[in-house]
């Protein structure tokens, strides 16, 4: 997801949690900002930022509410940070506020497809379990609310505020490797749902010059 030539431009983490993308981006010689609402999730970006002396800010805020000026930023990213947490017709016109003329966004989320098959417990199913009109919020019992648009309702948000999409990327678990996190004991998905159908998927925009 961290693009070639990342070097010494301006990026903003929508949703750090513990900072390690933004810990990645640094890495890269990019000048970021992490930003996330949760200050325990940012106590902990800042020890282990202090601990391998890593230089990026770190910013308690909603991701729909940035305290940062417009235009300021090259480059923003959201790895199941507002992405899935924060209502979409907050954070994405906020990130389009954020980023300069043809700056871009790439952000992870759950597909769609998932979240219409995946059950209040257990794992994933091989049957529609929600409509996928109207899938907008999620609410769970267990306390969670997650956010989760149709391409058609995401693709038709991100034009309305000046992005065009240059490539979706429907992710498949790879063929015989079980380390990977769709395998794991506590997994909500099984191999072979997740070879077959995506669980997750990449969105890469740019801001329109």
Not at 121 to 141: C, I, K, Y
Request: charged share 25%.
């Amino acid at each position: 997801m961290i693009p070639a030539g990342i070097a010494g431009q301006r990026v903003i983490e929508l949703g750090c949690g513990t900072g390690y993308v933004s810990a990645w981006l640094a890495r890269a010689g990019a000048r970021v900002v992490g930003v996330d609402v949760s200050a325990r999730q940012l106590e902990t970006a800042r020890a282990l930022r202090d601990e391998f002396g890593l230089g990026f800010a770190l910013v308690q805020a909603d991701a729909g509410r940035v305290p940062c000026r417009d235009g300021v930023f090259d480059f923003a990213i959201s790895e199941y940070g507002a992405s899935l947490w924060c209502d979409p017709h907050q954070w994405i016109p906020e990130a389009a506020r954020l980023l300069t003329p043809g700056g871009r966004l790439v952000f992870l989320r759950p597909s769609p497809l998932f979240a219409m098959c995946l059950p209040e417990h257990g794992q994933v199913r091989t049957e529609l379990l929600r409509p996928l009109f109207g899938l907008r919020r999620l609410e769970w019992e267990r306390g969670a609310t997650e956010f989760n648009l149709p391409h058609g309702e995401l693709i038709g948000l991100l034009r309305e505020n000046g992005f065009e999409v240059e490539k979706l990327l429907e992710l498949a678990a790879p063929e015989g490797d079980p380390g990977t996190r769709w395998f794991s004991d506590d997994s909500t998905v099984e191999p072979g749902w997740a070879r077959q159908w995506p669980t997750e998927e990449i969105w890469k925009v740019r801001r329109a010059v």
